[in-house]
Protein backbone atom coordinates (compact mmCIF):
# COMPACT_ATOMS: atom_id res chain seq x y z
CA UNK A 1 0.00 0.00 0.00
CA UNK A 2 3.50 2.59 -0.16
CA UNK A 3 3.75 4.74 2.47
CA UNK A 4 1.23 6.78 3.20
CA UNK A 5 -1.05 4.80 5.33
CA UNK A 6 2.05 4.17 7.58
CA UNK A 7 2.40 8.08 7.49
CA UNK A 8 -1.03 8.62 8.61
CA UNK A 9 -0.57 5.79 11.10
CA UNK A 10 2.22 7.64 12.58
CA UNK A 11 0.35 10.77 12.95
CA UNK A 12 -2.01 9.36 14.80
CA UNK A 13 0.29 7.83 17.16
CA UNK A 14 1.98 11.50 17.41
CA UNK A 15 -1.45 13.13 18.09
CA UNK A 16 -2.11 10.35 20.91
CA UNK A 17 0.83 10.43 22.42
CA UNK A 18 0.39 14.62 22.97
CA UNK A 19 -3.05 13.82 24.08
CA UNK A 20 -2.20 11.29 26.17
CA UNK A 21 0.47 13.66 27.77
CA UNK A 22 -2.08 16.38 27.73
CA UNK A 23 -4.56 14.13 29.98
CA UNK A 24 -1.31 13.48 32.37
CA UNK A 25 -0.58 16.73 32.88
CA UNK A 26 -3.80 18.21 33.49
CA UNK A 27 -6.25 15.13 34.39
CA UNK A 28 -3.95 13.90 36.99
CA UNK A 29 -3.87 10.52 35.14
CA UNK A 30 -0.30 8.54 36.32
CA UNK A 31 -1.21 5.46 34.51
CA UNK A 32 0.36 5.50 30.96
CA UNK A 33 -1.81 2.97 29.48
CA UNK A 34 -5.13 4.41 30.91
CA UNK A 35 -4.17 7.28 29.67
CA UNK A 36 -3.04 6.41 25.85
CA UNK A 37 -6.61 4.55 25.45
CA UNK A 38 -8.11 8.18 26.61
CA UNK A 39 -6.77 9.81 24.43
CA UNK A 40 -7.36 7.24 21.47
CA UNK A 41 -10.99 7.59 22.28
CA UNK A 42 -10.98 11.31 22.43
CA UNK A 43 -9.25 11.23 18.89
CA UNK A 44 -11.76 8.89 17.42
CA UNK A 45 -9.12 5.91 17.24
CA UNK A 46 -10.72 3.39 19.71
CA UNK A 47 -9.49 0.23 17.48
CA UNK A 48 -5.99 1.32 16.70
CA UNK A 49 -3.14 -1.55 17.52
CA UNK A 50 -0.64 1.68 16.83
CA UNK A 51 -0.47 2.76 20.83
CA UNK A 52 2.51 5.21 21.15
CA UNK A 53 5.10 3.59 23.65
CA UNK A 54 5.20 4.86 27.19
CA UNK A 55 8.59 7.29 26.28
CA UNK A 56 6.91 8.52 23.39
CA UNK A 57 4.03 9.85 25.68
CA UNK A 58 6.93 10.78 28.44
CA UNK A 59 8.50 13.08 25.64
CA UNK A 60 5.36 14.55 24.79
CA UNK A 61 4.51 15.24 28.50
CA UNK A 62 8.20 17.02 28.98
CA UNK A 63 7.56 19.59 26.01
CA UNK A 64 3.76 19.97 27.14
CA UNK A 65 5.54 20.67 30.71
CA UNK A 66 7.48 22.78 28.82
CA UNK A 67 5.24 24.64 26.84
CA UNK A 68 2.18 25.28 29.25
CA UNK A 69 3.42 24.81 32.84
CA UNK A 70 6.89 26.07 32.93
CA UNK A 71 5.86 28.68 35.55
CA UNK A 72 4.54 26.14 37.95
CA UNK A 73 6.03 22.38 37.04
CA UNK A 74 9.50 23.12 38.32
CA UNK A 75 8.71 24.13 41.59
CA UNK A 76 6.25 20.94 41.63
CA UNK A 77 8.90 18.92 40.64
CA UNK A 78 12.18 20.54 43.14
CA UNK A 79 9.01 19.71 45.82
CA UNK A 80 8.98 15.71 44.89
CA UNK A 81 12.55 14.89 44.65
CA UNK A 82 13.07 16.89 47.91
CA UNK A 83 10.26 14.85 49.53
CA UNK A 84 12.07 11.65 47.43
CA UNK A 85 15.43 12.50 48.69
CA UNK A 86 14.40 12.85 52.71
CA UNK A 87 13.09 9.57 52.27
CA UNK A 88 15.75 8.07 50.85
CA UNK A 89 18.12 9.62 53.52
CA UNK A 90 15.93 7.91 56.23
CA UNK A 91 15.73 4.42 54.09
CA UNK A 92 20.18 4.96 53.41
CA UNK A 93 20.84 1.29 54.51
CA UNK A 94 18.80 -0.31 52.14
CA UNK A 95 20.37 1.12 49.24
CA UNK A 96 17.60 3.23 47.94
CA UNK A 97 17.18 4.53 44.23
CA UNK A 98 14.65 6.63 42.47
CA UNK A 99 12.59 5.70 39.47
CA UNK A 100 9.91 6.62 37.01
CA UNK A 101 8.46 10.30 36.27
CA UNK A 102 10.20 12.08 39.29
CA UNK A 103 13.70 11.09 38.76
CA UNK A 104 12.59 11.41 34.66
CA UNK A 105 11.32 15.02 35.36
CA UNK A 106 7.41 14.41 34.11
CA UNK A 107 5.86 13.93 37.20
CA UNK A 108 3.19 16.41 38.42
CA UNK A 109 0.94 17.36 41.15
CA UNK A 110 -0.74 13.88 40.94
CA UNK A 111 2.52 11.97 40.26
CA UNK A 112 3.71 9.25 43.37
CA UNK A 113 7.40 9.10 44.30
CA UNK A 114 9.10 5.08 43.68
CA UNK A 115 11.43 3.97 45.51
CA UNK A 116 13.37 1.24 44.81
CA UNK A 117 15.32 -1.01 48.08
CA UNK A 118 17.66 -3.51 47.93
CA UNK A 119 17.79 -6.35 50.87
CA UNK A 120 17.47 -9.96 50.94
CA UNK A 121 15.63 -9.82 54.89
CA UNK A 122 12.71 -7.74 53.46
CA UNK A 123 11.18 -7.94 57.09
CA UNK A 124 13.88 -5.59 57.64
CA UNK A 125 12.55 -2.93 55.78
CA UNK A 126 9.23 -4.01 57.33
CA UNK A 127 10.71 -3.93 60.83
CA UNK A 128 12.67 -0.50 60.06
CA UNK A 129 9.10 1.27 59.15
CA UNK A 130 7.20 -0.45 61.82
CA UNK A 131 10.08 0.78 64.54
CA UNK A 132 10.16 4.39 62.80
CA UNK A 133 6.34 4.79 62.98
CA UNK A 134 5.86 5.43 59.71
CA UNK A 135 2.53 4.93 58.33
CA UNK A 136 2.20 2.82 55.45
CA UNK A 137 0.10 0.28 52.87
CA UNK A 138 1.67 -3.07 52.72
CA UNK A 139 1.30 -5.21 49.29
CA UNK A 140 2.84 -6.64 46.44
CA UNK A 141 4.54 -5.44 42.80
CA UNK A 142 5.49 -8.01 40.11
CA UNK A 143 8.77 -7.26 38.84
CA UNK A 144 11.34 -9.17 36.46
CA UNK A 145 14.61 -10.03 38.35
CA UNK A 146 17.34 -12.06 36.75
CA UNK A 147 14.80 -13.29 33.70
CA UNK A 148 11.94 -13.87 36.04
CA UNK A 149 8.83 -12.55 37.05
CA UNK A 150 8.83 -12.40 40.91
CA UNK A 151 6.11 -10.79 43.60
CA UNK A 152 8.21 -8.53 45.97
CA UNK A 153 7.35 -6.75 49.03
CA UNK A 154 5.90 -3.32 48.66
CA UNK A 155 4.94 -0.54 51.01
CA UNK A 156 3.58 2.64 50.08
CA UNK A 157 3.74 5.88 52.60
CA UNK A 158 1.83 8.61 52.54
CA UNK A 159 3.48 11.97 53.17
CA UNK A 160 2.47 15.00 54.42
CA UNK A 161 1.64 16.81 50.85
CA UNK A 162 -0.41 13.85 50.19
CA UNK A 163 1.91 12.51 47.87
CA UNK A 164 2.29 8.66 47.97
CA UNK A 165 5.48 7.20 47.61
CA UNK A 166 5.99 3.52 47.07
CA UNK A 167 8.68 1.84 47.94
CA UNK A 168 9.45 -1.63 46.48
CA UNK A 169 12.00 -4.14 48.24
CA UNK A 170 14.22 -6.48 45.89
CA UNK A 171 16.66 -9.08 46.63
CA UNK A 172 20.21 -8.20 46.72
CA UNK A 173 21.03 -9.72 43.31
CA UNK A 174 18.67 -7.92 41.34
CA UNK A 175 21.16 -4.66 42.43
CA UNK A 176 23.98 -6.28 39.81
CA UNK A 177 21.94 -7.24 37.55
CA UNK A 178 23.00 -4.57 35.17
CA UNK A 179 19.91 -3.12 34.66
CA UNK A 180 20.13 0.37 36.30
CA UNK A 181 21.20 3.32 34.40
CA UNK A 182 21.86 6.70 35.33
CA UNK A 183 18.78 7.81 33.70
CA UNK A 184 16.21 5.34 35.15
CA UNK A 185 18.11 4.87 38.19
CA UNK A 186 19.09 7.54 40.72
CA UNK A 187 21.01 7.18 44.36
CA UNK A 188 20.90 9.57 46.90
CA UNK A 189 24.23 10.96 45.50
CA UNK A 190 22.19 11.54 42.47
CA UNK A 191 19.46 12.92 43.65
CA UNK A 192 21.02 15.40 45.52
CA UNK A 193 22.66 16.29 42.02
CA UNK A 194 19.62 16.74 40.71
CA UNK A 195 18.51 19.53 43.31
CA UNK A 196 21.79 21.39 42.80
CA UNK A 197 21.11 21.96 39.48
Known sequence: MGKVPAQRRDLMREQIAHQAAKLMAE???SDHAMAKRK??????A???QHLPGNQEVDEALHSYRVLFQQDSHPAILYQLREEALATMRLLQQFQPYLTGSVLAG?????SDINIMLFSDDAKAV?????????QFDDGEWRVRVGGHEVNVPSYTLSGESGTLTHIIVLPENAR???????????????????LAG
Do not use: C, N, W, Y
Request: glycine share 12%.
Open 46 to 48: TDT
Open 27 to 29: GGI
Open 126 to 134: LLFLLKHEM
Open 106 to 110: TAGEA
Open 39 to 44: AARQLG
Open 176 to 194: HSGSRHPETHADIAAVEVL
